[in-house]
């Protein structure tokens, strides 16, 4: 009892289509559909071409060079050379035979708008593609 | 189907070797930036609550928002990811620099790369 009115014991259970769309909307909230693609001594993985949202992306340096591992927003891997700044969406250095993770989860993933590169690079900074230098496994987590 | 909810959230990043990034000229909650160094100093990050970069020389102490150690060569982040995420008043500028207190700005040793997210 509040003030006198009888109070249902679950005001939700009165209205069982209100219940399902409250389970349905829950579910759409945590029910992310993920793809893994991944890819053994390579220098550079093309994981989509075309937008796409990537929620953790991790590498291993085979190589004796320290470098960085740079995310790119583009549809193919680019040419060794000048980088387009603005497309640059990840850049973190990787060591000489170490790993690296760059991570959302938990949380709101990163948008790719043209695609989704990752490579290596062994120039002085992530905004300049050298490859030869370093090769790795490069693994990337995408929503589906 | 892709998750609608996923990958709203604005991400701004630094345009080639830079020392600062304005990320919101106006007020925004920071969820989450990192900054990669690409030189041998070591240096800080630092968060500061205006809408314009400020210049090199003492800080207002009540503006700087974060402060993390940003090792030579290495990288450092700060993240509210999940959330809730950190509110800048004013507007969110990061910026590298390599004074020894945090509260000094001193550019023009360091540069890197910043990337941020904020909603």
């Keep these: ?20 769309l409250i389970s349905i909307a829950a579910q759409s909230a945590v029910n992310v559909t993920t793809a893994v693609v991944r890819t053994n001594w390579a220098s550079a993985l093309l994981v989509r071409a075309g937008n796409g949202t990537v929620l953790n992306v991790q590498a291993t340096n085979f190589s004796g060079n320290a ?9 193919a891997i680019p040419a060794d050379g000048a980088l387009t700044p603005a497309l640059v969406v990840d850049c973190v250095p ?12 938990p949380g709101l993933g990163t948008n790719y708008t043209q695609g ?8 002085a900074t992530g905004y300049t593609k050298a490859s030869g230098n370093i090769a790795g496994s490069i693994r990337a987590v995408m929503v589906q | ?5 996923y990958g ?22 920071a969820l989450d930036v990192y900054a990669t160094n690409f030189t041998a ?5 630092i968060g500061y609550n205006a809408t314009t970069v400020p210049a090199d020389g003492a800080l207002d102490p009540t503006l700087v928002i974060d402060c993390a150690v940003l090792p030579a060569s290495g990288t450092v982040r700060i993240s509210d990811q999940p959330g809730p995420g950190t509110n800048y008043s004013t507007g969110i500028v990061y910026f590298l620099s390599s004074n020894p207190n945090g509260y000094t700005k ?3 040793v360091i540069t890197g790369f910043i990337r941020a997210k904020y909603e």
């Design chain 2, 1 to 5: 189907m892709a998750n609608p909810y």
């Design chain 1, 1 to 20: 009892m509040l003030g006198g009115y009888a109070i249902a014991s679950s005001p939700i259970a009165a209205f069982p289509d209100l219940a399902q």
């Design chain 2, 106 to 108: 001193t550019t023009g």
């Design chain 2, 41 to 45: 100093t070591a240096g800080f990050l």
């Design chain 1, 116 to 123: 989704i590169v990752y490579f290596f690079t062994s120039a």
């Design chain 1, 67 to 75: 470098g960085f591992l740079v995310g790119y927003n583009a549809p």
């Design chain 2, 8 to 29: 709203l959230t604005p991400v701004v990043t630094s345009a080639g070797a830079a020392n600062s990034l304005v990320v919101c000229a106006a007020r925004a909650m």
């Design chain 1, 94 to 105: 990787i060591a000489a035979y170490g790993s690296v993770r760059i991570s959302d989860q």
